[in-house]
Nanobody, 117 residues
Framework: QVQLAESGGGLVQAGGSLRLSCVVS????????MAWYRQAPGRQRELVAS???????NYADSVKGRFTISRANAKNTVYLQMNSLKPEDTAVYYC???????????WGQGTQVTVSS
């Protein structure tokens, strides 16, 4: 079982920035693709960004150029730097240790991001 703990969410005005962090337990971190997902009220959870063990990144079109995913293997931590935030970025953000291209079974409690207009 993988334990994930997200932090860094909050309330920010449109155009502002936040940096999310996710600490992952266990020794699997360095071998797994890590990803950030988000879920807005009434909507399905969606993939925001991912980063492979080889540091290849991928982004949803809606966040390209504004969000940056990174990882620090020595700290078992994955980050999501979010700039130029928009009200439509409002959601609970979750990190996940992927199984290939699919999300792993374990999720953290998430961190709420609210962007006011």
């Amino acid at each position: 079982q993988v334990q994930l703990a997200e932090s860094g969410g909050g309330l920010v005005q449109a155009g502002g920035s936040l940096r999310l962090s996710c600490v992952v337990s266990g020794s699997i971190f360095g071998r797994r693709t890590m990803a950030w997902y988000r879920q807005a009220p009434g909507r399905q959870r969606e993939l925001v960004a991912s980063i492979t063990s080889g540091y290849t990144t991928n982004y949803a079109d809606s966040v390209k150029g504004r969000f940056t995913i990174s990882r620090a293997n020595a700290k078992n931590t994955v980050y999501l730097q979010m700039n130029s935030l928009k009200p439509e970025d409002t959601a609970v953000y979750y990190c996940n240790a992927q199984l290939g291209l699919l999300p792993g079974a374990d999720w953290g409690q998430g961190t709420q991001v609210t962007v006011s207009s």
